[in-house]
């Protein structure tokens, strides 16, 4: 009995004593593992908290330039160039709401001083300040040409862009001498004419930057710097049809172009109600119904010929029949600039103004005057949108130019990104695929879309030199005395 006791105590005190170490043990690792568990969850918590700030930030970007959540995830760093542009370069748009992600807003207009009948210069420049993502082309250029510096007229009109405030003089006078550079009539303490002076501007920037100077290459306007392209922002390409009744055959030319110039029409010449070809056919067959409508349907308008005078240059058989040819735009640009033509001779054959009243919409349709044979396009991408007018006011050989600018407007953010990004075309390529399309076309039938117009709140400016007050839409639309729309695509 002893001996039973000695055994039982010998192992039963053991057992049980290893038996509670293990326990012991067993309760302090879960206990040690459950404290990590729950530190883990505080950490990933706490992460997800921050990751979703990052996120909500980037979303905040995003909404205003990608309009896409996974580029949001990319973080910060990734090298989407509107967001660089807005983000590090600046830029007179500030206001950007995230809940508006649609809307694009600047800040109001800063008046420019008069240099010396310099109404003129100073109207073309307030539409070009308000023109979206033209200083951010021209302060990624600043960044990522080599030449910049030798680029006279690119430089100093980013330079007074850059000048948010009225003592902007030095750089006003800048610009106004490189412009001189090219074209000396300007800044002469004479009038000069507002639209000549834009393209002049227009056409001098993109000619820098196409030739560069001596010493340095010249910069790839074309693709783009970092993916915006200065030139796609106001240049668009017009396709000229020829059919001819005897062959059948389909030829057409391609043409770029940085503004438009219309006639004033009071009547449109309606012999064309039925198309003699159905290759030459728009995008939609609707009436113009506003004069700057009726503008842009006399310069696009059928001309017809006899088949002796303008023969086939596809087979070179001089046909019978007659011969058309219609120019259309191929690619409407994102900005849209309509001068309209107001010179006129009058009975002594001297050149006056029309000072006739036009109308014209704040948004309308570009779906008339666009060619079929671009098969990327559709009436519902072609609204264009007022949002900035040049007045002059008075007689041909003085009188005064100012300007209205609509500072807060609707931005359709990858339709803008797949224009301003948009690759050269290559016209020759381009032209046998289009000749073959219209040639087949002529065979099928199809139907024209409508047209979606939406409602903006707008804040409209009247900017005459130095002088800024806000503005109504009524004031602006169909003003009696236009001279230069600006129009960018809705
Ligand atoms: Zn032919």
Redesign the pocket.
């Known amino acids: 009995m002893e001996t039973l006791s000695i055994i039982l105590l010998c192992v039963f005190i053991p057992v049980t004593v290893l038996l509670s170490i293990c326990l012991l043990c067993i309760h302090s690792y879960w206990k040690r593992k459950w404290k990590s568990i729950t530190k883990e969850n505080d950490i990933e918590a706490k992460g997800d908290i921050k990751i979703g700030n990052q996120s909500k930030e980037n979303v905040k970007h995003t909404l205003r330039f990608q309009g896409r959540l996974e580029d949001a995830q990319r973080g910060p760093s990734h090298q989407d160039p509107t967001f660089v542009a807005d983000e590090k370069l600046g830029g007179r748009k500030k206001k950007q709401k995230v809940e508006e992600s649609k809307l694009f807003e600047f800040d109001p207009p800063i008046g420019n001083k008069n240099l010396g009948n310099t109404c003129f210069f100073n109207s073309s420049l307030q539409a070009l300040y308000f023109t979206k993502f033209f200083e951010d082309a021209l302060s990624l250029l600043k960044v990522s040409a080599p030449n910049f510096q030798n680029l006279k007229l690119t430089k100093s009109v980013l330079e007074l862009l850059e000048k948010k405030n009225v003592n902007h003089t030095q750089e006003l006078r800048s610009v106004l001498n490189a412009v001189r550079n090219i074209n000396n009539q300007f800044g002469r303490g004479t009038q000069e004419d507002s639209y000549e002076l834009l393209n002049t501007l227009l056409g001098g920037i993109l000619d820098e930057l196409q030739n560069g100077d001596r010493t340095c290459k010249p910069i790839d306007v074309d693709s783009g710097v970092n993916g915006i392209s200065l030139k796609n922002l106001f240049t668009g390409i017009f396709i000229t049809i020829y059919v001819?009744d005897s062959?059948n055959?389909v030829e057409v030319d391609f043409e770029e172009f940085t503004t438009l110039s219309i006639p004033i029409a009071d009547n449109i010449d309606q012999n064309f109600k039925k198309l003699p070809h159905r290759g030459l056919q728009t995008i939609s067959s609707e009436d113009p119904r506003f004069d700057i409508e009726k503008g842009l349907a006399v310069l696009t308008q059928i001309e017809d010929y006899e088949e002796s005078d303008l023969p086939?240059r596809?087979?070179n058989?001089e046909g019978t029949g007659k011969a058309y040819r219609r120019m259309l735009v191929f690619t409407p640009p994102p900005v849209l600039v309509i001068h309209i033509d107001r010179f006129k001779m009058n009975d002594f054959n001297r050149l006056t103004k029309n000072a006739q009243r036009l109308k014209y919409p704040r948004i309308f349709n570009m779906a008339k005057f666009c060619s079929v044979a671009n098969t990327e396009l559709s009436t519902n991408s072609l609204n264009y949108e007022l949002y900035a007018v040049v007045v002059h006011s008075g007689a041909l050989g003085g009188g005064h130019y100012y300007a209205y600018v609509n500072t807060t407007r609707m931005h359709d953010v990858e339709k803008w990104q797949e224009h301003l990004k948009r690759s050269p075309l290559d016209l020759e390529k381009l032209k046998s695929n289009v000749e073959e399309f219209l040639r087949k076309r002529h065979e099928f039938q199809d139907d024209s879309g409508q047209t979606e117009v939406c409602k903006v709140k707008d804040s409209w400016f009247y900017v005459s030199d130095e002088s800024v007050c806000s503005a109504s839409v009524d004031e602006v639309i169909s003003h009696k005395d236009a001279y230069i729309l600006f129009y960018e695509v809705h």
């Open positions: 001819y062959c055959d086939c596809v087979c058989i």
